[in-house]
């Protein structure tokens, strides 16, 4: 979840420090001549992660990010912000518990 690390970095990031983000499809440009294969062939059935009663509201935090967040630069006090006042139940359940971490911004 894009959330949680997230919460992690406020932890040393400056206040004003600005976030930008980029969409999934400039991770080939990123990450070029990378070639990650897993050494197990078990598959995973996405659905069942992604319908999990305990991710859907990282879930719903992590899809505003990616729906209107995308191009454009945030500090971590306007992004929580924006994602408290765009999913104020998603946004107490996850980031509610990480308050102690975000208490600097």
Request: with cysteine.
């Amino acid at each position: 979840f894009q959330i949680q690390w997230l919460i992690n970095l406020s932890r040393y990031m400056s206040t004003t420090a600005k976030l930008h983000f980029h969409s999934m499809a400039m991770m080939n440009e990123y990450c070029r001549n990378i070639n990650h294969r897993s050494a197990k062939n078990e598959s995973v059935d996405l659905q069942d992660i992604i319908n999990s009663p305990h991710l859907e509201q990282p879930m719903k935090l992590d899809q505003v990010i990616v729906d209107e967040m995308v191009g454009s630069s945030w500090t971590l006090h306007e992004l929580f912000t924006y994602l408290k006042d765009r999913e104020p139940l998603a946004y107490s359940l996850v980031i509610g518990k990480a308050q102690h971490v975000l208490s600097k911004i």
